[in-house]
Nanobody, 124 residues
């Protein structure tokens, strides 16, 4: 079992930045593939970005490339999402998720553990 707690969300103006954190506890964190998804009101959950357990392979949705960066610190059991050049359409609840088989792609059905989410609101 892995427990995930997101933090760092908030209200920011368009063009601004936020850094989300996801603190993990429970079973071995470093063997888990990790990812961020988001869900805006009235929309389906969508993949944002993922990272493998060693941190050397990442995947990102096209809409965040060049703006968002995922990273992880296995010693601190934490994964990060640095978000720059934020746009109003980035407004959503952002969820951290983990897969014990080191999957870090876009299929949400393959993730076993989810955090409660953190709200990100970008004003125009």
């Amino acid at each position: 079992q892995v427990q995930l707690v997101e933090s760092g969300g908030g209200l920011v103006q368009a063009g601004g930045s936020l850094r989300l954190s996801c603190a993990a506890s429970g079973r071995t964190f470093s063997r888990n593939g990790m990812a961020w998804f988001r869900q805006a009101p009235g929309k389906e959950r969508e993949f944002v970005t993922g990272i493998n357990w060693s941190g050397d392979v990442t995947y990102s949705a096209n809409f965040v490339k060049g703006r968002f960066t995922i990273s992880r610190d296995n010693a601190e059991n934490t994964v990060y999402l640095q978000m720059n050049s934020l746009k109003p359409e980035d407004t959503a609840v952002y969820y951290c998720t983990a897969n014990p088989m080191d999957y870090s792609g876009s299929d949400f059905r393959r993730y076993d553990y989810w955090g409660q989410g953190t709200q990100v609101t970008v004003s125009s």
